[in-house]
T-cell receptor
Framework: DQQVKQNSPSLSVQEGRISILNCDYT??????FLWYKKYPAEGPTFLIS?????DKNEDGRFTVFLNKSAKHLSLHIVPSQPGDSAVYFC????????????FGKGTKLSVKP | ETGVTQTPRHLVMGMTNKKSLKCEQH?????MYWYKQSAKKPLELMFV???????ENNSVPSRFSPECPNSSHLFLHLHTLQPEDSALYLC?????????????FGSGTQLSVL
């Protein structure tokens, strides 16, 4: 049973518009969430994270929102650029434990010029 | 460049072969990981080493054998693999082995088992 779900396998967005990638989780013990970005033939690279004591974290064009009551988080990219085209993975862990990162299946984002 | 280097990048092997995947991290981290990514599946944790001691083995078949000779190097020894073992194998490291740690990944080894 998947504890971290990314229900959209793909997303296509026009350059300059906002990209919104969604992630849902089932384990209420998760209290730290990360987004990773992966280009073809490369490993995932860390993008942005958020702990459960916050509901928003912003880094440049990237903002992550956390809704604990809904067990939902989202990554907003604005404005989207063609170089953002990649697979985005949502991951979660429990900080207070020896928790491992649990990953979603990923969402492939295509930003069209 | 993430500071985690994996070799080889690509590997094709028969079911009777023995091969090894190598990972090296230059970040001074204390924990190293092997993950497997199969098509259309989430990244699956295989093994974790913390300070060169294996602390987790997620029910991985014995045809996969990890080795961590020091905190900078990690190997995955492969023998008598099956075609369904074809996948991207990713090495990662983190400062410590605990929740809330960011992982730094290598580029992976794309393995094909014929």
């Amino acid at each position: 049973d998947q504890q971290v779900k990314q229900n959209s396998p793909s997303l296509s967005v026009q350059e300059g518009r906002i990209s919104i990638l969604n992630c849902d989780y089932t384990n209420s013990m998760f209290d730290y969430f990360l987004w990773y970005k992966k280009y073809p033939a490369e490993g995932p690279t860390f993008l942005i994270s958020i702990s459960s004591i916050k509901d928003k974290n912003e880094d440049g064009r990237f903002t992550v929102f956390l809704n604990k009551s809904a067990k939902h988080l989202s990554l907003h990219i604005v404005p989207s650029q063609p170089g953002d085209s990649a697979v985005y993975f949502c991951a979660a862990s429990a900080m207070g434990s020896q928790g491992n990162l649990i990953f979603g299946k990923g969402t492939k984002l295509s930003v069209k010029p | 460049e993430t500071g985690v280097t994996q070799t080889p990048r690509h590997l094709v092997m028969g079911m009777t072969n023995k091969k090894s995947l190598k990972c090296e991290q230059h970040l001074g981290h204390n924990a190293m990981y092997w993950y497997k990514q199969s098509a259309k599946k989430p990244l699956e944790l295989m093994f974790v080493y913390s300070l060169e001691e294996r602390v987790e083995n997620n029910s991985v078949p014995s045809r996969f054998s990890p080795e961590c000779p020091n905190s900078s190097h990690l190997f995955l020894h492969l023998h008598t693999l099956q075609p369904e073992d074809s996948a991207l194998y990713l090495c990662a490291s983190s400062q410590e082995k605990r929740g809330g740690e960011k992982l730094f990944f290598g580029s992976g080894t794309q393995l094909s088992v014929l």
